[in-house]
């Protein structure tokens, strides 16, 4: 007899996220009374603008509530493209536009139309802990470089050369950087695109955070938009999660090639079909710009938590960190105190009830990530605990 839990098949052995496992692990703590302290949320702590509930809410009402086709509205498509071609400089046509349920599945919808077993997929590290586990789902192998805290921890273009091989079918970039909260350079992608035109690979640029940067000399800039050849070869992905805190909503979007938006599309026509239809007139009103000044709010918000943070953080003794530049994430080496992160997290959370992320799972060793997307008085009572627990380690 088969033995059915035995099975073969490529997403048999993807791993659960490490980071919703310790939030639940805080959350329970927190329900049993704890005075625990979270640093783990991956979404922001603001509301979505009531003007954008509003025009989801008028949607429903007016009946809004049928299919849309698999790859979304086209007049939110239509759109998408305008906000390319404006923002971010990226010549595209709406037809390449395919908006699905949460940029994760942008993400995971490109990769599986484009990889496939005895397929290679570069990812810098450290990553967004998702990636391997989608190129691992379609059967494809992850290949990891490593980058530097001294260098930004962006991706050393010579690294990149050495590591193509002829199996190598895609690198993904991830700018700003969740967990490093990097921005990469444009002299960097540069570098990358020019290497992988001449070597022939395609390349992932998920921008999730990209209206989440806080230096005028580190702006946001899209690979995409460096040229029309290396835009042939670029899959950016975004979407409404952070930027207009709709993470419950569940609306993403990619610009492909058209060869391979198409086959996105046949993908997501088997899998999901569209995005929630009412949720995609929330996303309508986003792009024409109804809620910016809700969203200049919210970036200058985090902007202010980010200076706070990296200072508290970075004056403890033992913890190295860089200032990040993007996202709404702190990364800190912790290597000196001669334990794993998993467990530094775990005694972290049982001695001084604070929860942050292990980063193992993120493709780094002894480094943990800290998000800011909360108050300043919990970034002052989180740094404070972590302090304590550090000087405890020291003592």
Known sequence: MNDLKNSSGFMCHLHPSATLAITAMAKEMKEQGHDVCSMCAGEPDFDTPQVL?????????????????ASGLPVLRKLIAEKFQKENHIACAWDEIVVAPGAKFSCFSAIAALCGPGD??????????????MVAAVGAKTVEIPTKMENNYELDPVALEAAITEHTRLLILNTPSNPTGAVYRRETLEKIAEIALRRNIMILSDEIYEK??????????SIGSLSEEVNANVITVNGFSKTYAMTGWRLGYLRAPRWLSQRIIAFQSHTTSNATTFAQ???IAALEGKAEKEVKHMCKEFASRRDLIYRLVSAIDGVKCI?????????????SFGMPSEEFCNRLLAEEKLAVIPCQAF????????SYACSEANIRDAAKRLEAFCREQRN
Do not use: M, N
């Open 53 to 69: 509930k509003d025009a989801c809410i008028s949607a429903l009402e007016a009946g809004k509530v049928t299919y849309t086709p």
């Open 120 to 133: 290679e997929v570069i990812i810098p590290a450290p990553y967004w802990l998702s990636y391997p586990e």
């Open 212 to 221: 989440l940067t806080y230096d005028a000399d580190k702006p946001h800039v």
């Open 281 to 283: 007139y929330g996303a």
């Open 323 to 335: 200032r990040p530049q993007g996202a709404f994430y702190l990364l800190c080496d912790i290597s």
């Open 363 to 370: 493709g780094t060793e002894g480094q943990i990530r800290l």
